[in-house]
């Protein structure tokens, strides 16, 4: 700055103190701004929104996507440019390829591990070696966390059949999908359900028409979240807020259920034992004609449709202890209910069909590991780690080989 520039800048500064005061603090905040974005950047450092408002499910994955998530374990997460957690799918389907497809939740989408360590990947890796199946084998992940079947079904309908899949598999969650099949027991305005009118089901899409839809899709939320999605430094700020929540949240449960094993948020012990209340057994006569609504249409294209179940945290902890008084608790004759009622189910229904629960909690309690949590939380609580989608993931491959080695 030469003598006259600076001469000016002291009288400015003499005659407005405020308004030079004011922009020498704008221009502080903007230096330090600048700074912290250099420094998220170099450090790979974000907290970007994974889904966005879907006209179809509610909300979905938001294509290209690509950061880490540290708030159970460290997973590296890349959304592919159809919306999916998984490497880009060439369409239509090459010759040589035989492509499964899995519809799931969280524990399919699988925020909490790396790409390669999610089941469906386990799965795609093992099967290579079936001789029941010719050709490449690729498993595309359709996971998506917080859906239902419901969810499920529809992205089946709308978003899987370019795919051309030669066998869909439903990685089913009875820990929380049948509650999320339930309007009156989830009560989320921000989904699709359906609900029973004389034995049959109707869609409702009336999430459509709220409030949260219509601000998420007009244009000031497109032009505020496009913002937000490159600005480093709130995604922060704003993870730092929701970091503080679940810690509350956490601490809030902890002291209320000091006694209790841990369990994964969201899991109501009434899906655990046979349905007295009204509500719950609407909630599973949805979710078994939702199967049937689904098995129907992946038969139509003459292709094999399979159910398997994931697990929760006290079925498979490797403390017998923990299990027996999680039962204990909460009064159940069972851990495995929803497992055998789901089991029968689909052997009256023709499904082929795979438990996961009972296998997992014999391999946690023979070799005393866990298959739900992460060190930097709490082992046994949450989502499957890395050695829980490799077991899983092991015992699906063997399953489906051996049912289409009996097919073949």
Not at 178 to 202: A, I, R, T
Request: hydrophobic fraction near 40%.
């Amino acid at each position: 700055m030469d003598t006259q520039t600076s001469f000016r800048v002291e009288v400015f500064s003499r005659k407005h103190p405020l308004l030079a005061n004011l922009l020498l603090l704008s221009c502080s905040l903007i230096f330090i701004f600048i700074l912290a974005e250099i420094f998220l950047r170099l450090g790979d450092i974000s907290y970007p929104y994974f889904t966005r408002v879907d006209p179809v499910t509610g909300f979905s994955l938001r294509p290209g996507i690509a950061a880490w998530d540290r708030g159970e374990g460290d997973g590296y997460v890349r959304i592919n440019s159809r919306g999916l957690r998984d490497r880009e799918h060439i369409l239509p389907k090459p010759a040589d390829l035989y492509r499964i497809v899995v519809l799931g939740d969280s524990y399919t989408e699988a925020r909490q591990v790396q790409g390669e360590e999610v089941f469906p990947r386990v799965v795609e890796r093992d099967l290579g070696s079936c001789m029941a199946i010719p050709k490449r084998v690729e498993v595309v992940n359709f996971g998506v966390s917080g859906f239902g079947t419901t969810q499920q079904l529809l992205q089946l309908r709308d978003r899987v059949w370019p795919y051309d899949p030669d066998l869909v598999l439903l990685a089913l969650t009875p820990s929380n999908d049948v509650l999320n099949n339930s309007w009156k027991l989830e009560k989320n305005d921000q989904k699709p359900y359906f609900h029973l009118q004389s034995g049959s089901l109707v869609l409702d899409n009336s999430f459509r028409e709220t409030s949260f839809f219509r601000r998420q899709t007009a244009l000031p939320s497109k032009i505020i979240l496009s913002v937000f999605h490159r600005v480093r430094s709130a995604q922060v700020l704003n993870e730092l807020r929701r970091q503080y929540r679940r810690r509350e949240a956490i601490r809030n449960n902890q002291e209320e259920n000091r006694q209790r094993p841990p369990v994964e948020a969201g899991i109501n012990p009434d899906v655990y034992a046979h349905p007295t209340h009204e509500d719950w057994k609407e909630a599973w006569q949805v979710t078994e004609q939702l199967l049937v609504m689904m098995r129907d249409e992946v038969r139509a294209r003459e292709i094999p449709f399979v159910i398997i179940t994931t697990t929760s945290p006290s079925q498979v902890h490797p403390d017998v202890q923990v299990q027996e008084q999680w039962m204990l608790d909460d009064k159940l004759s069972t851990p495995f209910y929803p497992e055998e009622r789901l089991a029968a189910f689909a052997r009256d229904q023709h499904i082929p069909f795979m438990s996961l629960a009972q296998p997992l909690s014999a391999v946690a309690q023979k070799k005393q590991v866990y298959l739900h949590g992460f060190p930097k939380g709490a082992l046994g609580y949450g989502h499957w780690n890395a050695d829980g989608h490799r077991e899983a993931g092991v015992r699906i491959a063997d399953f489906l080989c051996g049912l289409l080695t009996k097919d073949s």
